[in-house]
């Protein structure tokens, strides 16, 4: 099984268990465990994965780090494990700084079993830095994820390399951070920038910046849109890869396909949704039809087997549609993410389809 399969198998079991786990120690055992194995590493042989490695810190004696990763006798990656759920924040980290400062460790883990933040030492040698260079959510990661993750598989560990890399990508991380922030709530300084040659020296008045934010806003969201409608457009040409299982988005009429604009929410609801549903049914007969108004989600590109409707078009009010027969229950969202809560019921409504489906077979 490729490695990330592996994850995608972990990510389905811990979607299945995490409202179960209760203790910082199920969660080591039912998580933190099976993500070490997965990288490659025998969880079960003390001389590669260490549990509770003692690490003496100046006049603290017998403090232990959850888990060490051996090379030649030597930890190369430590692990400090939180309950599951629990906030992952600088305050959390302080045994893992001191951990760090005492073994010849260059990298730090702090995960509560679904958000795993790498850390190392690119600001101070031998002190770990305070933000991480690394954040992957096993719930949520994407190819690029996994590319980075795979460097610390025991197959291809190697500090240099990693090193070489995770500065950029702390960078790449703040830009992004700096970008979405932009995207939801341009600045006034960077509205000025973007719409100074359509100004011609006119005066920044207060309405003029509440116009232009908004269609600084809404410019952002069309742009994105149209750069992944066109990627997923050429995903689906004879030519490309069959092993791209990408979305398939049909207007719902010829009024529409002038006028609606798929957005990146709407796309990221999607493939949560197909995530979600392909314990029960493969993905590629979950597809989407966008309107004006929704983005309905189908079983089979079939409008009498309406899944559920992403109604994302106001991206400060998420609406998810789930459907109970020809009836629609209305559940706001409070972000995309909350879908997950759901799993149950977009499952139990594939399952219904399947059912009438078996039905009218034997009929």
């Known amino acids: 099984m490729d490695f990330i399969d592996q994850l995608r198998s972990l990510a389905a079991r811990i979607m299945n268990t995490k409202d179960i786990i209760q203790t910082?120690?199920?969660?080591?055992?039912?998580?933190?465990?099976?993500?070490?194995?997965?990288?490659?590493?025998?969880?079960?042989?003390?001389?590669?994965?260490?549990?509770e490695l003692i690490a003496d810190v100046g006049t603290k004696k017998g403090e232990k780090v959850d888990y060490a990763i051996l090379r030649e006798s030597k930890p190369i990656i430590l692990?400090?494990?939180?309950?599951?759920?629990?906030?992952?924040?600088?305050?959390?980290?302080?045994?893992?700084?001191?951990?760090?400062?005492?073994?010849?460790?260059?990298?730090?883990?702090?995960?509560?079993?679904?958000?795993?933040?790498?850390?190392?030492?690119?600001?101070?040698?031998?002190?770990?830095?305070?933000?991480?260079?690394?954040?992957?959510?096993?719930?949520?990661?994407k190819e690029q994820d996994?590319?980075?993750?795979?460097?610390?598989?025991?197959?291809?560990?190697?500090?240099?390399?990693?090193?070489?890399?995770?500065?950029?990508?702390?960078?790449?991380?703040?830009?992004?951070?700096?970008?979405?922030?932009w995207m939801a709530n341009p600045s006034e300084d960077f509205v000025r920038l973007v719409s100074a040659d359509f100004l011609a020296g006119k005066r920044f008045t207060p309405a003029i910046k509440d116009q232009f934010t908004q269609i600084t806003k809404r410019a952002f969201r069309q742009l994105i849109g149209d750069r992944i409608n066109e990627r997923l457009k050429v995903a689906m040409t004879p030519e490309s890869n069959p092993a791209i299982d990408a979305p398939v988005i049909q207007p719902t009429t010829e009024q529409d396909t002038l006028q609606v604009i798929t957005s990146p929410e709407e796309i990221e609801g999607f493939h949560i949704i197909r995530a979600?549903?392909?314990?029960?049914?493969?993905?590629?007969?979950?597809?989407?039809?966008?309107?004006?108004?929704?983005?309905?989600?189908?079983?089979?590109?079939?409008?009498?087997?309406?899944?559920?409707?992403?109604?994302?078009?106001?991206?400060?009010?998420?609406?998810?549609?789930?459907?109970?027969?020809?009836?629609?229950?209305?559940?706001?969202?409070?972000?995309?993410?909350?879908?997950?809560?759901?799993?149950?019921?977009?499952?139990?409504?594939?399952?219904?389809?399947?059912?009438?489906?078996?039905?009218?077979?034997?009929?």
């Open 24 to 51: 910082e120690e199920a969660t080591k055992n039912a998580m933190v465990m099976p993500f070490i194995q997965a990288l490659g590493y025998n969880v079960f042989d003390p001389l590669e994965v260490t549990p």
């Open 276 to 363: 979600v549903l392909r314990d029960v049914v493969t993905p590629r007969r979950i597809t989407m039809r966008d309107a004006q108004s929704y983005c309905a989600i189908l079983l089979d590109d079939n409008n009498r087997k309406p899944i559920c409707r992403l109604r994302f078009n106001n991206t400060e009010k998420l609406v998810l549609g789930l459907f109970n027969g020809k009836d629609e229950e209305k559940i706001p969202l409070a972000n995309i993410d909350e879908i997950y809560s759901h799993s149950e019921k977009l499952k139990a409504i594939v399952l219904l389809y399947i059912q009438q489906n078996e039905i009218q077979k034997a009929e």
């Open 146 to 181: 996994v590319d980075e993750l795979k460097k610390f598989a025991k197959s291809a560990f190697d500090v240099e390399i990693i090193l070489t890399t995770a500065n950029e990508l702390k960078y790449t991380r703040s830009i992004q951070s700096v970008l979405s922030d």
């Open 79 to 141: 692990f400090e494990c939180k309950k599951c759920g629990s906030d992952l924040n600088i305050n959390h980290a302080a045994q893992l700084f001191r951990y760090f400062h005492v073994t010849e460790a260059r990298f730090g883990v702090l995960t509560n079993g679904i958000v795993y933040r790498f850390f190392t030492d690119l600001e101070q040698p031998n002190k770990m830095d305070e933000k991480p260079f690394l954040e992957f959510n096993i719930l949520d990661f």
